[in-house]
């Protein structure tokens, strides 16, 4: 059984630790807001249950919840076999954190980010043992989305890309290598593109955000369409995300920060706040009225 910390209790962190912990692994899932742990707790059993009710999760839902231990600390770091940080895309308090990280944990320990945008390598920069960073990147929800992009940074070394693939393959998730850590890396950056263009049609009035949804399900077979994709990953995340992508000089895969900046400031931070392009009722599903043009 593997011991792994995650650290940020929020949507992906929360989902990181529910699947380690279907993995049979022991799980320390971190914030620094109490709050946030209760949340993560309460969202990871109803989404057991729910697996569990459906036939795809085998074991006993509070065993499984039983493997998660919550803390507000980094207490047993250095005892850990993983260490994936998904704590707010913010480049500050990620090197921070990292900083603190490599202080507290022989070399041994890979430290992963989940960061959606921020090159792995500028999170390595100054690091006493760089070579055990790199970029573990899952999608969202991720007790339900199979893919994880295994990011290695400019001095990741070969061994720990190695293990982390035998570790996405534990987790029962498929691993793709990025080969060059470019801000967003591969799929964020082919989204943010796509994103960015969605939002531009729909200031200027070209067509509403539920018919563009409706065109890439029905027109490009996308499961879920590119607005309901950022109710998911969360409003706030994604301004924080293009806001990173336009500091980075990425500007070409920046979506208009006003326009989200402007739902943040609303209270419309998607599904997790009952309102983003959407509406959702307190069981997270979408209801009507809606209002999405
Ligand atoms: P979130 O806002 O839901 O959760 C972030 C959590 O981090 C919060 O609970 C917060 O209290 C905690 N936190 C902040 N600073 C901390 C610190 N110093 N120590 C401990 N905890 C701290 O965000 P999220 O959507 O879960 O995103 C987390 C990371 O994953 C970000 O880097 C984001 O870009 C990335 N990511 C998000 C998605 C998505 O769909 N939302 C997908 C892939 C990657």
Redo the contacts with the bound molecule.
């Keep these: 059984m593997e011991n792994i910390m995650i650290?940020?209790?929020?949507?992906?962190?929360?989902?990181i630790a529910q699947v380690c912990a279907q993995a049979d692994c022991r799980v320390t899932l971190?914030?620094?807001?109490e709050p946030?742990?209760k949340?993560?707790r309460r969202e990871i059993a109803r989404s057991l249950e729910k697996l569990f009710s459906k036939g795809i999760l085998a074991e006993h839902p509070p065993t499984v919840l039983e493997r998660i231990r919550c803390c507000?600390s980094l207490e047993g770091a250095a005892r850990m076999d993983w260490i994936v940080?998904?704590?707010?895309?913010?480049q500050t308090?990620?090197r921070?954190?990292f900083k603190e990280l490599d202080r507290l944990t022989p070399a041994a320990v890979p430290l992963a980010?989940?960061?959606?945008?921020?090159p792995i390598t500028r999170l390595a920069e100054g690091l006493r043992f760089p070579e055990r960073v790199l970029g573990l990147?899952?999608?969202?929800?991720v007790p339900l989305m199979p893919l994880v992009e295994v990011v290695g940074a400019e001095k990741t070394a070969t061994a720990v890309l190695e293990r982390a693939a035998a570790f996405v393959k534990i987790l029962g998730k498929t691993a793709v290598r990025v080969n060059k850590d470019l801000p967003g890396f591969v799929m964020?950056r082919i989204f943010a593109a796509a994103f960015r263009e969605c939002l531009e049609l729909v200031s200027a009035g070209v067509a509403s955000v539920r018919d563009i949804d409706t065109g890439m399900r029905l027109g490009y077979g996308w499961k879920i369409g590119p607005f309901e994709?950022a109710d998911?990953?969360?409003i706030?995340?994604?301004l924080?995300?293009s806001r990173t992508m336009q500091a980075l000089g990425e500007s070409h895969l920046a979506a208009d920060h006003r326009f989200l900046a402007s739902m943040v400031g609303e209270g419309k931070l998607g599904r997790?706040a009952g309102r983003g392009f959407y509406c959702y009722n307190s069981e997270g599903k979408k209801v009507e009225p809606d209002n999405p043009d």
């Design positions: 650290i940020g209790a929020g949507f992906m962190g929360a989902g971190v914030d620094n807001n946030a742990l949340t993560a507000q940080e998904a704590v707010i895309e913010e308090v990620k921070e954190l980010s989940n960061t959606s945008s921020i990147h899952f999608f969202g929800p964020n994709i998911n990953a969360g706030d995340t994604f924080r995300v997790k």
